[in-house]
């Protein structure tokens, strides 16, 4: 079999690593390298050269959206489609194994996936039950605390007898929250890999025919597998030891929430013999780029060390936009990006990364009022949308009726009279007599211990979930997404909201529709039920953001999204002293390596173009901030830097809501002015807006806070 074009478009310590012979093999290389590359040029080559047939092949990568793509490069170089192979998130990979071996498992068929939010309301329950104050036991701390034991493999029988009370009570806390899961078969996130792991080691025939099955193990991103992760590797490669893992140090980001970078040197350890293989030459970005990045992630102590180079030109320098505020940052972000599209350039080249989720909102804004389209990553997760949430609650509850996280989501939205008198009885009744919510409301009812308005109200919703099962029974999946919807009231119920947030509700809503119609489950999900596969994959897909794949638009994401990927254009944005490096890590130096890490990771995204920006004033958490640049742009030697200034107010037209002021808009005045008003005394210009009559302006008065002024009558003096 002639595999030259598997080999031919690598440089030769890729082709190295790519054919070694099999065995375990560690890639650790940089950013930008080829490691993506060389994992998906090894399937082929073990499919072509070696003859293994692509249904003993494991891949596994971070998220769905990368499996995608390696898929498809898989496909596209093979010529032939691969359904059926194992390849996906390790949660993914994990769901699959679980939803096969149930009964193994010791779970119900139809087990109930929960995603955070769900886990929130589980949780508050338990607190609820054993009668403990959700003041003092917040539950997000304990959702963190839970998992945190399951991704390090330990159960609550693990934990042995604390000595000091609260961790005494907070393994209550977990004993009952097992207690309630096992009873109605829920599987929060990191249940998903510990329970996979466990029937792996527990089940020795089930292990022996996985191992065999899947001889050949490939890992992406591994520097961001976490304990248990990594023991499911272990487990399934141990036997043939045919492990391809490829990773970088200086890109390991999830520390904070498990990632054990240490699990490089550990394979080594546990997979003796390992052939490591280094890449150093990046394809990625321009030398300026890599040269500024390199130099930071230099910073950090405690690194593999390894050094990339690139036979590309130095291309433009690294830009430095020092903006007044968050407004003007966003404005300036989206300039750019106007001027690169209005170049012929695709809108999808660009993309802006941020620390946090929350900043995306400015940028949305700015993006909106210039008729740009974007998308958002993770932020405005499409399947964690309320009404979405509701419209899956109507669904999940009419496939089965003991799903208690979507009874209670529902029982009451749309408002039918069910007071929350009422649900605490249903909820009491549900506890002692260990019932799901479900049949707690039916025994009430019929037990005559509610009022006649209470029973009326529950029974009416009992039937209507009954109703909706009937009816929904033998449609389409679209129709029965649709008839859910409808049957269900959410459609008035959101229009009650009023204005453009019902609006959107409603959109939303037809979206979940459309969504359904485009349904195609993916292998691990094809001998499912549909409605049981669309709501597995919206409740795998809620961390992920639908992709509106067709539509060119600019890319929004926080930089832990961003890792693996690649743009033309990247501006990295809100590079601000508490922000990014982020508050929490400014006295932990561990911490504060990682966010530098982050940094590199945000860097070496960009391919051609890459921006850096920071604002002198920042409305955050509701308080207007004065934060220094951050200590990473510092970092970056100035032979590669560029300060570059803003275009004024030159976006032009608005589509949408309100106009953007152009260059000379108000009255000459410019952000960060001092300024002088006859009643409310001295202040800075923070932002201005509008055009002509409609030109307005922010200011913040020394004394009497910040206020919008209309500028024709606002009479204000520069002073
Ligand atoms: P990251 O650490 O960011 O995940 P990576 O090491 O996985 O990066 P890839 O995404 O595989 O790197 O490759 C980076 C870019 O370089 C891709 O566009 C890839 O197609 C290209 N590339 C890699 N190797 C070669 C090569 N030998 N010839 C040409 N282009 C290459
Ligand atoms: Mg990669």
């Known amino acids: 079999m002639d595999v030259s074009y598997i080999l031919d478009p690598l440089n030769d310590a890729q082709r190295e690593a790519v054919a070694a012979p099999p065995g375990p093999v560690l890639v650790l290389a940089g950013a930008g390298s080829g490691k993506t590359r060389v994992l998906t040029h090894r399937v082929s080559w073990l499919v072509e050269a070696h003859g293994v047939s692509p249904l003993s092949v494991l891949a596994v990568t971070f998220t769905n959206k990368a499996a995608q793509e390696m898929r498809g490069r898989i496909e596209g170089m093979l010529g032939y489609s691969l359904r059926g192979m194992w390849m996906g998130t390790f949660h993914g990979v994990a769901h699959r194994l679980l939803r096969a071996h149930h009964r193994d498992a010791g779970l119900e068929e139809g087990f109930q996936i929960l995603d955070s939010a769900d886990q929130h309301r589980i949780v508050r329950r338990v607190l609820r039950d054993m009668g403990l104050d959700e003041g003092y036991w917040a539950p997000k701390q304990v959702q963190w605390y839970l998992n945190a034991h399951k991704e390090d493999g330990r159960r609550a029988q693990h934990l042995g007898e604390p000595s000091d009370t609260q961790q005494r009570q907070l393994l209550g806390i977990y004993k009952n929250y097992e207690d309630l899961c096992r009873r109605f078969s829920l599987v929060d996130f990191a249940e998903l890999l510990l329970r996979a792991f466990e029937l792996l080691q527990h089940n020795e025939p089930l292990r022996e025919q996985y191992q065999r099955k899947l001889q050949h193990v490939l890992v992406d991103e591994f520097q961001d597998t976490n304990a248990i992760q990594y023991e499911l590797i272990k487990l399934l490669g141990q036997k043939f030891r045919q492990v391809f893992i490829v990773g970088d140090d200086d890109q390991s980001i999830y520390g904070w929430r498990g990632a054990r970078v240490e699990n490089i040197l550990q394979f080594e350890k546990d997979f003796a013999g390992a052939q490591v293989f280094r890449l150093e030459q990046n394809y990625r970005s321009t030398a300026n780029i890599l040269n500024a990045a390199n130099a930071v992630i230099d910073i950090n102590r405690g690194r593999l060390g390894k050094k990339l180079w690139t036979e590309g030109g130095d291309g433009e320098s690294v830009k430095l ?375 307005r302006v922010q200011v913040k008065f020394d004394d009497v806070g910040s206020k919008w002024l209309v500028l024709g009558y606002a009479n204000l003096d520069r002073v």
């Open 321 to 695: 936009y020092n903006a007044y505020n968050e407004f003007d940052e966003a404005r300036f972000v989206v300039a750019r990006i106007q001027s690169w599209v209005d170049r012929g350039n695709p809108r999808g080249d660009t993309a802006i990364l941020y620390r946090s989720n929350a900043q995306s909102r400015v940028f949305e804004e700015i993006l909106l009022d210039t008729g740009i389209p974007y998308r958002v990553y993770g932020g405005l997760r499409f399947f964690e949308r309320a009404e979405i949430k509701d419209a899956l609650a109507y669904l999940r509850l009419a496939a089965r009726r003991r799903d208690d996280p979507s009874f209670e989501r529902i029982v009451n939205v749309p408002a039918r009279g069910i007071g929350n008198k009422t649900l605490e009885q249903v909820r009491e009744h549900a506890r002692i007599n260990r019932l799901s919510l479900w049949d707690a409301a039916r025994t009430l009812i019929e037990s005559r211990e509610l009022s006649s308005r209470a029973v009326s109200a529950l029974s009416g919703f009992l039937e209507l979930i009954d109703d909706i099962d009937t009816r929904i029974d033998k449609l389409p999946l679209a129709e029965q997404v649709d008839t859910a919807i409808r049957i269900g009231g959410l459609p008035d119920h959101y229009k009650k909201e009023k204005g453009e947030k019902a609006e959107a509700r409603l959109e939303n809503l037809e979206e979940l529709v459309t969504a359904a119609r485009q349904f195609g489950p993916r292998d691990e999900e094809e001998d499912l039920e549909p409605l049981t596969a669309f709501l597995t994959h919206a409740a795998l897909e809620a961390g992920e953001g639908q992709a509106e794949a067709w539509e060119d638009c600019v890319q929004l994401m926080s930089l832990h999204s961003a890792k693996g990927l690649e743009f033309p254009m990247v501006f990295l944005t809100g590079m601000e002293e508490g922000l990014f490096p982020h508050q929490r890590s400014l006295q932990e130096p561990g911490r504060l390596e990682e966010e530098r890490r982050l940094c590199y990771v945000g860097m070496t995204r960009a391919m051609q173009q890459l921006y850096l920006s920071h604002a002198e004033i920042r409305r955050w958490h509701g308080r207007e901030n004065y934060p220094s640049p951050s200590r990473f742009l510092g970092e970056v030697p100035g032979e590669f830097l560029e300060e570059v200034r803003g275009s004024g107010f030159s976006l032009g037209v608005n589509r949408r809501r309100r106009a953007v002021p152009e260059a000379g808009a108000g009255g000459g005045l410019r952000l960060g002015d001092h300024v002088r008003h006859a009643s409310f005394g001295s202040g800075t210009v923070l932002n201005l807006e509008g055009r002509g009559e409609h030109a």
